[in-house]
C-alpha cells in the first residue's frame, strides 16, 4: 500500500529550523541553577495568575474551625475565625506580586522615559531634570506610603501609589547614566555627522541601548519590592480586613504564634518564597542579558 506523502513548503521549513536555532542559541551555556530559577518564575507566575481557580475554598469565608491545624481538608490550617490559610495565602501572593510588578512597571516606564529624554538632551534640561529626581529620591519611601495613605484613605492601590512616587527615580538616575554612555560612543557621532536626525538616533539607538539596563533592574526589583510592600501591609498600610495580603495576615496572626502558629508563619514563608524565587530569576535574566 502506497504511503501517503505530503508536501510541506522549502520556505516554511527554513522559517522553522531558523525559529529553533535562534531558541537553542539564546538558551546555549545557560546554567542548571538558572533553568531552575527560570522554571519557579513560571510557577510562580502561574500560581499569581490563577490564584482564585486554584485556591481550594474562598479565602473570604469560614471553611473549617476556627484555628483548625494542619489537615487534609485544610492543608494549612485556618484562622482565628476558621478562613482557610492556604486559599488566602495564594490570592495573598497574587497581590503582592502583581503589585510589585505594577510599581515596577510604572517606574521603569516613567523613571526611564525620563532619564531617556534627560540623557538625550543634555544640558540645563538634564540639570532640571535630575535635581527634581534628587528631590523624589530624598523622600523615605515608607514615610512617604504612609502619607499618601493618610491622605487617600487606606487601601492596597493607595500603597502602591505612595511606593510608586518614590521609585521611579532609580530608573532615571539607571537610563541617564547609559544614554549618555551610548552619546560619547563613535558609532553616535558618525550618525550624527552623516545628519542623521536627533529623533532617529533616539529612537533607533539610544532607546534599545538603554532597554537591556532597563530590565536588568527591574527584574532585580521585585524582590524588594514584594519585601517593601509586605512590610507596609504589616504595619497596617494595606487594604482592610478581612482583604487577604500576606504581611497583613503575619501581623494579625502574630499574637497566635505559639498556640496556632501556621496563622502567621505560612503567610510569612510565601513572602519568603516568593522573594527568593524572584531574586534567583533576576539574577538568572541579568546573566543572559550580560552574555548576549
Do not use: C
Not at 485556591?55 to 482565628?80: E, I
Not at 493607595?158 to 538616575?173: H, S
Not at 552623516?194 to 539610544?206: E, K
Amino acid at each position: 500500500m502506497a504511503v501517503a506523502e505530503y508536501y510541506v513548503p522549502s520556505g516554511l521549513l527554513h522559517h522553522r529550523s531558523r525559529t529553533g536555532l535562534a531558541i537553542r542559541q539564546y538558551f546555549q551555556g545557560t546554567s542548571v541553577p538558572n533553568y531552575a530559577a527560570f522554571g519557579a518564575l513560571a510557577v510562580v507566575f502561574f500560581v499569581a495568575v490563577f490564584a482564585h481557580q486554584i485556591a481550594p475554598y474562598d479565602p473570604l469565608v469560614p471553611a473549617g474551625a476556627a484555628m483548625a491545624p494542619p489537615n487534609a481538608d485544610n492543608l494549612l490550617g485556618t484562622d482565628t475565625v476558621g478562613r482557610d490559610v492556604l486559599s488566602r495565602v495564594l490570592v495573598g501572593m497574587q497581590a503582592s506580586w502583581f503589585g510589585a510588578l505594577a510599581v515596577v512597571g510604572i517606574g521603569a516606564l516613567f523613571g526611564g522615559l525620563v532619564g531617556l529624554v534627560a540623557g538625550a538632551v543634555g544640558g540645563w534640561f538634564d540639570a532640571v531634570l535630575m535635581r527634581i529626581t534628587d528631590a523624589f529620591l530624598a523622600l523615605p519611601g515608607p514615610i512617604l506610603a504612609l502619607a499618601v495613605v493618610a491622605a487617600l484613605g487606606r487601601s492596597y492601590t493607595n500603597t502602591l501609589i505612595g511606593v510608586a512616587i518614590v521609585w521611579w527615580p532609580l530608573y532615571t538616575r539607571i537610563v541617564r547614566s547609559e544614554v549618555r554612555k551610548l552619546r560619547s560612543s563613535p558609532h553616535m557621532d558618525a550618525a550624527r555627522v552623516g545628519g542623521v536626525s536627533w529623533w532617529r538616533l533616539l529612537r533607533r539607538h539610544l532607546l534599545p541601548g538603554a532597554i537591556p539596563v532597563t530590565i536588568v533592574t527591574a527584574s532585580l526589583d521585585i524582590a524588594a519590592l514584594v519585601l517593601m510592600l509586605s512590610s507596609l501591609s504589616f504595619l497596617g498600610l494595606g487594604a482592610p480586613q478581612p482583604a487577604p495580603e500576606l504581611g497583613s495576615m503575619s501581623a494579625q496572626g502574630l499574637t497566635y504564634v505559639f498556640s496556632a502558629w501556621w496563622i502567621p508563619v505560612m503567610p510569612a514563608v510565601a513572602v519568603a518564597l516568593i522573594a527568593i524565587v524572584a531574586n534567583f530569576a533576576g539574577d538568572a535574566i541579568r546573566d543572559r542579558i550580560r552574555d548576549r
